[in-house]
């Protein structure tokens, strides 16, 4: 029963760097999805997808790439990290048609940019 | 687009006490989905209770129980018999039932954080 696995659980980056975070699920969802939750901001999505080869924007997009080659996987790219993207990141997955049972969500990773 | 409010930072209860978090929302759909999630200090995002707006009746969890008032676009967290494992932060979430990429997506308010005195 692994569910959502996001690595690393915590990253140090320098401004500039570039790095992704990995998302993996195994319950064969179509839709995943990245978030990031900062201190009185809630959740807001970042990037979506509804299955392999298709992505799109949410709310906060920019400073941030996704790409989606396998149902499986659904890597989030920091293209050259800045302070402004220290957050917490969650990946999340469901099954679109049951919309009821809500997201399985990863452990998070805490990304600190300094 | 759909909007979800949380009117308090902050709450706290004393142990063995109920507490209701409060949560108003958003919305021209008349169908869709709403949840309450707990973040505990370990981050991870666990979900607690969930709402179809089309039942009337308001979902219960063992101690967890919502107050669903679809007129008013209130959705409310009551917790009864608080224990100390309830602090946590609670998010309430909105999700439409509609198909369409978009569509799927959750909608959180800012979050209430818990804290239980015992």
């Known amino acids: 029963n692994a569910g959502v696995t996001q690595t690393p659980k915590f990253q140090v980056l320098k401004t500039g760097q570039s790095m992704t975070l990995q998302c993996a699920q195994d319950m064969n969802h179509e839709y995943m999805s990245w978030y990031r939750q900062d201190p009185g901001m809630g959740l807001r999505l970042i990037h979506y997808?509804?299955?392999?080869?298709?992505?799109d924007q949410g709310e906060v997009p920019n400073g941030y790439n996704v790409s989606r080659s396998t149902t499986e996987d659904f890597p989030l790219r920091l293209l050259s990290a800045a302070p402004s993207q220290t957050s917490v990141y969650f990946c999340?997955?469901?099954?679109?048609?049951?919309?009821?049972?809500?997201?399985?969500f990863g452990s998070g990773t805490r990304l600190t940019v300094v | 687009a759909q909007t979800v409010t949380q009117s308090q930072p902050e709450m706290s209860v004393q142990e063995a006490e109920t507490v209701t978090l409060s949560c108003t929302y958003d919305t021209s759909e008349s169908d869709y989905y709403l949840f309450w999630y707990k973040q505990p200090p370990s981050r991870q995002m666990i979900l607690v209770i969930r709402?179809?707006?089309?039942?009337?009746q308001n979902a219960t969890e063992n101690r967890f129980s919502v107050n669903f008032q679809k007129a008013a676009k209130s959705f409310s967290l009551k917790i009864s018999d608080s224990q100390l494992g309830d602090a946590a932060m609670y998010f309430c979430a909105y999700r439409s039932p509609y198909s369409g990429g978009s569509n799927y997506k959750l909608t959180f308010g800012k979050g209430t954080l818990l804290t239980v005195n015992p």
């Open positions: 999340a997955s469901s099954t679109p048609w049951q919309g009821y049972y809500g997201y399985t």
């Open positions: 709402q179809e707006a089309y039942k009337q």
């Open positions: 997808s509804v299955g392999a080869g298709i992505t």
